[in-house]
Nanobody
Framework: QLQVVESGGGLVQPGGSLRLSCAAS????????MGWFRQAPGKEREGVSC????????NYADSVKGRFTISRDNAKNTVYLQMNSLKPEDTAVYYC?????????????????WGQGTQVTVSS
C-alpha cells in the first residue's frame, strides 16, 4: 500500500518553531517531488512548499518564504518541513503528498498519495 505519514505537529507559541516529517511507505520517495500543504478550518487546502526529487529545486508560498524550509533525506525516505517564526495564521492541518515535479504554483490537485495530516496550532 502506497502511503505517507506526517508527524511533528503540535501546539506552539507565536514565534516558535516546529519540524514536520513525512515518511513514505510502499514506494520510494527518490522518484518523486514532494509537497507540503495545509488546510485551515473553513478554507481550501493550499500549497506551502515543494521540493524536487533530487532536492535541488524548491518552491514556497509567499506567506511562508523566509520562515519555512523544506528538505528531504532520500536515504530515510523522508521529507521535512522546518517551520520557524510561526504565526497564528499558520494554524492548520499540514499534509504531504507526492508528484512528478515541483512547480511554482504548488497545486494540490496535481499531487497523489496523501497522508492523514498533522495538526499545527500556533497560539499563546
Amino acid at each position: 500500500q502506497l502511503q505517507v505519514v506526517e508527524s511533528g505537529g503540535g501546539l506552539v507559541q507565536p514565534g516558535g518553531s516546529l519540524r514536520l516529517s513525512c515518511a513514505a511507505s510502499g514506494f520510494t520517495l527518490n522518484y518523486y517531488a514532494m509537497g507540503w500543504f495545509r488546510q485551515a478550518p473553513g478554507k481550501e487546502r493550499e500549497g506551502v512548499s515543494c521540493i524536487s526529487s533530487s532536492g535541488g529545486s524548491t518552491n514556497y508560498a509567499d506567506s511562508v518564504k523566509g520562515r519555512f524550509t523544506i528538505s528531504r533525506d532520500n536515504a530515510k525516505n523522508t521529507v521535512y518541513l522546518q517551520m520557524n517564526s510561526l504565526k497564528p495564521e499558520d494554524t492548520a492541518v499540514y499534509y504531504c503528498a507526492a508528484d512528478l515535479r515541483c512547480s511554482s504554483d504548488i497545486d494540490p490537485r496535481e499531487y497523489d498519495y496523501w497522508g492523514q495530516g498533522t495538526q499545527v496550532t500556533v497560539s499563546s
